[in-house]
């Protein structure tokens, strides 16, 4: 498994998780922006479409909406390793205020040069 795609994944959930948990600044917001594709739609876990636009006004306007929250990731799998993306599955736990809650999420994520930017996600909810 390339390790860029793992780190990616790690990534862009440290990102996500310091935004909605802190104050962080302008600048991870910034970073979660430019991790999308214009094109990018996601369906969340409770069966919510996302377009690129839709979800980054989401995030605008989440800073901090969720202190303490963690967000882990594990059983990184690629499923697919295609000349232009990478599909990848993995787990997301979110850890907030002694409740956990997880994920099976499955990703499109894009090479563009040097970088890997998500071009759609799917989230499917666990049973707790």
């Known amino acids: 498994m390339s390790l860029d795609v793992v780190a990616e994944v ?39 479409v996302l377009d690129r636009p839709a979800l980054l006004d989401w995030l605008a306007g989440a800073g901090n909406s969720r202190p303490g929250l963690r967000i ?6 690629v499923v697919a390793d295609l000349d232009a993306s990478v599909l990848v599955r993995f787990l997301e736990t979110h850890v907030e205020q002694g409740h956990t ?19 759609h996600v799917q989230e499917t909810p666990l049973p707790a």
């Open 72 to 77: 882990l990731t594990s059983d990184v799998a």
């Open 101 to 119: 809650s997880s994920r099976r999420v499955t990703a499109l994520l894009r090479r563009d040069r040097t970088v890997l930017r998500w071009a």
């Open 10 to 48: 790690e990534r862009q959930h440290r990102l996500l998780a310091s935004w909605l948990s802190s104050t962080a600044g302008p600048s991870v917001l910034e970073a979660l922006r430019a991790a999308h594709t214009d094109g990018f739609s996601m369906v969340t876990a409770d069966g919510h």
